[in-house]
């Protein structure tokens, strides 16, 4: 069993940050790419960016420059700072964590909960 729990949403206004959290607990051998996906009110789940093992990020370009990406291996937390927010990035925020249970088994994704992040004046 894996568990994800994600934190740090939250109503901010044009201009200002968050930072998002998603720690994994539960049965976790090994993990390789972090994420954070998101979905706006009737659209379709849209990467943000991820992280890779060693450290390797990749932004979706209507983040790049604003958002960072990190992760804590020792705690298996994958974060995302967010700063400038603009109301067009309103959505409900995902993780997903692609890792492995055990040495014997195979790499799958897990996914958060979800987290809302709503920009607004």
């Known amino acids: 069993q894996v568990q994800l729990v994600e934190s740090g949403g939250g109503l901010v206004q044009p201009g200002g940050s968050l930072r998002l959290s998603c720690a994994a607990s539960?049965?976790?051998?090994?993990?390789?790419?972090m994420g954070w996906y998101r979905q706006a009110l009737g659209k379709q789940r849209d990467l943000v960016a991820t992280i890779t093992s060693g450290n390797s990020t990749n932004y979706a370009d209507s983040v790049k420059g604003r958002f960072t990406i990190s992760r804590d291996n020792a705690k298996n937390t994958v974060f995302l700072q967010m700063n400038s927010l603009k109301p067009e990035d309103t959505a409900v925020y995902y993780c997903?964590?692609?890792?492995?249970?055990?040495?014997?088994?195979?790499?799958?994704?897990?996914w958060g909960q979800g987290t809302q992040v709503t920009v607004s004046s």
């Open positions: 997903a964590l692609d890792l492995r249970s055990s040495p014997w088994t195979r790499a799958r994704t897990f």
């Open positions: 539960g049965s976790i051998f090994s993990i390789n790419v």
